[in-house]
């Protein structure tokens, strides 16, 4: 049997690989952002005139804010007043659905070609 020796991927083609999966690492980081999906502290209701006191912080939370670098009450207020945002739709649920079939689908069908081509070389087509 002969020994497998797998085809050589060009210099340019190395760089195209790289570029490619640097744009998609950014855009799933930064894609959500941009249509407003990440970021779940998006509701904030900061007191009129707020203090250390009406937002609830004790004088060790005070120290740690300042620390922090937020000097006063209404540096660190939206901060501290920022809430969690629990609602979902269901669009937003069935598109997330279908891209992960989707990409599950797409990485099988290229993963079967890719293993039929590496037995056909490895052992000839029967």
Known sequence: MANYIPPVQSKIGQIIDVI?????AVGALYV????????SAQ???VPDNPTWENLGQNATMVEKWNELGYATAADAAELI???????FSIL???VMIVVVVGYYV???????KEYS??????????
Do not use: H, Q
Not at 81 to 87: M, Q, W
């Open 20 to 24: 490619v999966l640097l744009v998609l």
């Open 43 to 45: 509701t904030s209701t």
């Open 92 to 94: 937003s649920l069935l």
């Open 32 to 39: 959500p952002l941009f249509l407003g999906l990440a970021g």
């Open 117 to 126: 081509e590496v037995i056909s070389e490895k052992f000839g087509d029967k």
């Open 106 to 112: 797409i990485v099988l069908r290229f993963s079967g």
């Open 81 to 87: 007043t920022a809430r969690f945002d629990y609602s």
